[in-house]
């Protein structure tokens, strides 16, 4: 009983860095990679690296062409886009 006794507090730990931690984690994840993939053309998008620009472009192989200035443009990959600033409305 008291081998038993030394593992609870060993538990409750992981327990609680996982409902702490690891979980809040998996679930901004889980946002982030939801809005890359619903990026459409004509969204104001921040990337990490704080470059602001309209998506002109969603390529298939995890691209986007972004739009910084009038006609530049540059290639960035989707899963470094931080923020969507302003959504368009989708076709109907």
């Known amino acids: 009983m ?4 030394q593992f609870v507090p060993l538990i409750l730990i992981f327990g609680i ?8 984690q998996q ?4 946002e982030h990679q939801a ?13 990490q690296g704080g470059i602001i620009g309209k998506v002109v ?13 009038d006609g530049v443009k540059i290639r960035v990959v989707q899963s470094t886009i931080a923020q969507v600033i302003s959504k368009t409305e989708p076709a109907k």
Do not use: H, S
């Open 2 to 5: 008291q081998q038993i006794g």
């Open 17 to 24: 860095m996982y409902f702490l931690l690891i979980r809040p």
């Open 27 to 30: 679930k901004k994840v889980k």
């Open 35 to 47: 809005m890359v993939q619903a990026l459409r053309r004509g969204d104001q998008v921040v990337t």
């Open 57 to 69: 472009k969603v390529k298939e192989e995890n691209e986007v062409e972004v739009e910084v200035a």
